[in-house]
């Protein structure tokens, strides 16, 4: 389908016809089981040998864990897990680029024009609100000459190129493309960005990087919650997990170890609080502490302190709520207050951890219990960043291989590891 060109100074207006969306990551391989030896099919081209070496390696990790041994005399997956690159992309393609995948919240696309950006993996994405109030999230990559186009967050009535002015409407057509006079066999149609699937649930804003889907597909609410909640989405809605919470502020941490090693650190049932945390510990009841698994999903729960022990102040709260959703978002409930943790893997030993705060609206303008709990919540912080740069330093040591795990506490990073196992084994995807 051909565009229509209309000159204007030294570069064209676009004037298009009805979108289509041209089907650029067209699979070539059809969907079957098969074994992980059948290939492992990277996004970057065709396999060559050095990656064939790389899967053959990823295999064997894969290998050293069975999830099918019971808790009480499994061993946990071994160190190579946690240090190894190509066992880090095998994750990104097998675990990061399918499924639905948290990556913002509503608030920070509140108003026609809000948009952000991130990356996970090596996908550089750009999420906004367009004038109608419709969601949209796309590949922050410009079609000309693979420039980033927006960086950060803010509000933009269009995407303008930083490179050569390529400009996109916040629909993801391409509008303008500067100085391109007398180019040949340009379909506008083909240069606009490339969607992806883009969905909320509650107060989240959430991607799905598969490319067995349709990004054009309106994604249904009922069917996002299945996806990515299963049948625990009921319990997270009604403990207070909802859209109506006030957003306060954003932390961010970069941590020198694995993603596994956080998402470890937080799935251990409280085991490390009263060692690592006595400052926390004694705002909970632990022997209280309670994991309930679902598909995947596993909550965490412990009640709070005595009356005796409370204060005016009482962050925790009577109840504290504790969500991991598979395979790297943490949602934490307690009290009048809800923090999540998205962690994002930046390399083989390496992680970023955002953290993002939200309050009961009636407690919004409460100035000094936000500047307490921002407080003990980074008191808390810092101590798993020491905790987690320990464990990554001990992995790297050759006295360490695999160890074991607390069966009445570690029953949530068991189910962790089942379902990264599962995943991995998982069919090749172009």
Not at 111 to 135: M, N, Q, W, Y
Not at 147 to 166: D, E, R, T
Request: charged fraction near 20%; aromatic fraction near 10%; include cysteine.
């Amino acid at each position: 389908m051909a565009m229509i060109l209309k000159p204007i100074g030294t570069h064209l207006i676009l004037r298009r016809p009805k979108y289509t969306n041209p089907n650029i990551h067209s699979c070539k391989h059809k969907h079957h089981h098969r074994p992980l030896t059948a290939a492992f099919c990277s996004i970057h081209g065709p396999n060559s040998s050095s990656e064939d070496i790389s899967l053959h390696q990823a295999q064997k990790m894969v290998n050293q864990f069975d999830p099918k041994v019971p808790i009480e005399e499994a061993v946990t997956p071994p160190s190579s897990w946690y240090k190894h690159p190509s066992f880090l992309e095998l994750e990104l393609h097998r675990v990061f680029y399918r499924g639905w995948q948290a990556v913002g919240h509503i608030q920070q696309i509140k108003d026609p024009h809000d948009f952000f950006t991130g990356r996970l993996g090596d996908v550089e994405f750009v999420v906004c609100r367009d004038d109608s109030g419709k969601i949209h999230a796309f590949h922050n990559v410009c079609r000309h000459h693979a420039s980033l186009l927006a960086s950060g967050s803010g509000q933009k009535s269009c995407f303008v190129c930083p490179y050569h002015a390529w400009t996109y409407g916040l629909d993801g057509h391409l509008v303008k493309a500067t100085r391109i006079m007398g180019i040949q066999n340009f379909n506008v149609n083909e240069f606009g960005l490339i969607p992806i699937k883009v969905a909320t649930w509650g107060p989240f804003i959430l991607l799905n990087l598969d490319k067995r889907i349709s990004p054009l597909r309106e994604a249904d609410s009922d069917t996002v919650a299945d996806e990515w909640l299963g049948s625990c989405s009921e319990i997270l809605s009604t403990n207070g997990v909802d859209s109506l919470l006030s957003y306060v502020c954003r932390r961010e941490y970069t941590i020198e170890c694995n993603w596994k090693v956080f998402c470890d650190n937080y799935l251990d049932g409280g085991y490390h609080v009263p060692y690592a945390h006595k400052g926390l510990a004694f705002g909970l009841q632990l022997q209280s502490y309670s994991t309930t698994i679902f598909e995947n999903v596993s909550i965490q729960s412990c009640e709070g302190g005595t009356m005796e022990r409370k204060d005016e102040y009482d962050r925790l709260g009577s109840k504290a709520l504790y969500a991991f959703v598979y395979p790297n978002f943490m949602i934490n409930r307690y009290g009048p207050w809800m923090d999540t943790n998205l962690v994002l893997p930046l390399g083989p030993r390496k992680c970023k951890v955002v953290f993002d705060y939200f309050i009961e609206a009636s407690r919004k303008d409460d100035k000094a219990f936000i500047e307490k709990s921002l407080e003990d919540s980074e008191r808390v912080q810092i101590e798993d960043i020491v905790l987690c740069e320990g464990v990554q330093k001990g992995l790297e040591s050759p006295a360490y291989s695999t160890g074991r795990f607390a069966p009445t506490v570690e029953k949530a990073m068991y189910h962790f590891h089942g379902l990264l196992h599962q995943n991995l084994t998982n069919d090749c995807l172009v």
